[in-house]
């Protein structure tokens, strides 16, 4: 690991480590808790899926689900390619022939910074291997929520299980860096009203990343106000219970 490159060799994985894997030539990570024994415990949007945003992503994300063909599934897995929520797969199955990298905890807001792609670290401290696997393996079995590109995705269902943190606001993104990332990019060119300070192109570039960078740092986990620590069964029971009500409302609606 280093500045450049989180990358890491599969020998030295530990279990409730967070891991991810490029995908369509880096246009996104997939996310997820390796548990030992080879296997990794990943939130997924299933195959012929859209992640149902309405807009380009849709035809460039269809899905983080394993792509084995199948008529030709993983001999251990099985054919997963259109299953969705969260499962369990094997390593090779997660990467889908990726490279394997390791999100980092806890690092400097020097670093953080110094990593201009989202996505790959935070400042925010993980919890104990134990306590990682244990939510992770809880959630497997009662699930995480609906998949959303910007407040439920991968990312999202592996900084809580390493973490136990959620955001607690309607208003903002979820934990996701890479969702972090977008609308910072978004906020440095079209919000910042510092754009208007300098007309040359390199006084611009300059403005728009250090909007960038800010945009990107008080939206970490380990920095914003507006999370807290939920313990998993707290927040399986309230999932449960907001969809009993919503099947409820649409029941009294009809």
Known sequence: MGLLSNKI????????????????????????????????IHFTR??????????????IIVSSSPSRPSDNPC????????????ISSCMDCFLSGGELYIFEYSVSPALFIAKARGGT????????????IHRAS????????????FRNNCEDFAIYC?????????????????????????????????????TSFSGLAAVGY????????????????DVKK???????????SDESEAVTEMAKAD
């Open 9 to 40: 060799e599969r020998e030295n994985l530990k279990p409730g480590d967070h891991i991810y894997s490029w995908r369509h030539a880096y246009i996104y990570a997939h996310h997820g808790i390796y548990v030992g024994e080879g296997n990794v």
């Open 210 to 225: 250090g909007m960038y960078c800010f945009s990107r740092l008080v939206s970490d986990m380990g920095v914003r106000r």
């Open 75 to 86: 001999p251990r897995c099985g054919d997963q390619s259109r299953l969705d929520g969260v």
């Open 46 to 59: 299933g195959g012929g899926q859209e992640i149902g945003i309405g807009n380009f992503l849709d035809r």
């Open 162 to 198: 390493k973490t136990g943190l959620l955001v607690y606001t309607s208003i903002s993104v979820g934990r996701s860096g890479q969702a972090a990332s977008i609308l910072a990019a978004a906020s440095a060119i079209l919000s910042s009203p510092l754009r208007f300070l300098t």
């Open 230 to 240: 939920v313990p998993v069964e707290i927040l399986v029971s309230r999932a449960v």
């Open 121 to 132: 670290c935070t400042l925010a401290s993980s919890d104990s291997p134990e306590e990682v």
């Open 138 to 149: 809880y959630l497997l079995q009662n699930g995480f929520g609906y998949y959303d590109i």
